[in-house]
């Protein structure tokens, strides 16, 4: 009798501590049964103040870095908070999204893409939502429109179908055709649309409250220029640049800051050698093929990816000087 009054209450003590534990959790709130993960913020660095700026590493678009292979920043005013490029995916644009939030509790109120290129727009869609104004140039519209099926196949194919999940084109909400300023709470930014250069959708932005200059790809150092546009336009509107002052410059590719406009040097280099080798290879009746395998070698210890994409500038600069 003894024996089966202990085994008794062992049972009822055992029946007692699993109802303690997961009664308790059945009454949890469904959300806090199953927390999100945090995402981990990309490490930024102030530039100047109330500037900061993500720099990517010198790499294609891979499922460790989510397609942020271009630089991005954040400006912060006294009201509010302006993105300037986003990354290459939804996620990469979370994790720039959680580094604002390390940084600030202002909300964004506007996102800005300095070009139409995937590593720098696909992440606008973490940022999407009530108040938030997406700004491009104004060939940005039709530009991406034109393209959002390759970028997206793109991005699923590079990063994988997990680090591509969610990832969407958005759209400008406002373009710019000449000059637009926007402003943040005592801190206006000036917004530049330029003709033709590295692509057809160039867009800069100055902060004048610290003369820093986010210049996109009109301005690689270390990773090699890439011409989606015209090389010619882009060695001009260069001179037209360098002749305005700005106490720093954020390239799209490259150190997170760099003078101006001594940072203009290498990507105006290799723009010249590249025009330079393809027009005598036109002037000498040689094809675009043996451009594409030629042309601006001598630049090729001088930049990472080189052989990535200095073919394909090669052909786009061939194409563009085959009739002048």
């Known amino acids: 009798m003894a024996q089966t009054r202990a085994r008794a209450d062992r049972g009822g003590w055992v029946r007692r501590l699993v109802a303690g534990i997961f009664i308790p959790l059945l009454l949890l709130p469904a959300h806090a049964a199953a927390q999100p993960e945090a995402v981990e913020p990309l490490p930024v660095v102030e530039v100047a103040p109330g500037v900061f700026v993500h720099q990517a590493p010198y790499a294609l678009a891979l499922p460790r870095n989510l397609g942020f292979v271009g630089n991005a920043g954040f400006i912060i005013g006294d009201d509010a908070v302006a993105v300037v490029d986003t990354g290459g995916s939804l996620k ?15 909300p964004v109120r506007y996102v800005i893409n300095t070009h139409m290129h995937p590593d720098h727009v696909l992440g606008n869609a973490a940022f999407a939502g009530p108040g938030v104004t997406f700004i491009g140039h104004h060939n940005l519209p039709q530009a991406l429109r034109a393209r959002a099926e390759s970028y997206l196949e793109a991005t699923r194919r590079l990063v994988g179908p997990d680090g591509a999940e969610g990832t969407r084109v958005v759209l400008p909400d ?20 330029w003709p033709t250069a590295h692509t057809a959708t160039d867009l800069t932005v100055f902060d004048g409250a610290t003369d820093t200059w986010f210049l996109g790809d009109l301005l690689f150092l270390g990773h090699v220029p890439a011409i989606d546009g015209k090389a010619l336009g882009w060695i001009s509107l260069l001179e037209q640049l360098k002749a305005r002052p700005a106490a720093r410059v954020v390239p799209g590719h490259g150190p997170a800051q760099q003078p101006w406009p001594a940072a203009a040097a290498p990507t105006e280099r290799y723009l ?14 040689r094809s675009m093929d043996e451009a594409a395998r030629q042309a601006g070698r001598a630049e090729a210890a001088d930049w990472a990816l080189f052989d990535d994409f200095n073919a394909r500038n090669a052909t786009a600069t061939f194409h563009e000087l085959e009739w002048e």
Do not use: Y
């Not at 406002?174 to 801190?187: A, E, F, I, N």
């Open 92 to 106: 990469a644009g979370e994790r720039l999204k959680a580094a604002i939030a390390a940084h600030t509790s202002l």
């Open 272 to 285: 010249r050698r590249l025009v330079a080798d393809v027009r005598g290879m036109v002037r000498d009746g």
């Open 174 to 193: 406002q373009t710019v055709s000449d000059s637009l300023t926007v402003d943040l709470g005592h801190r206006p930014l000036l917004l530049e649309a």
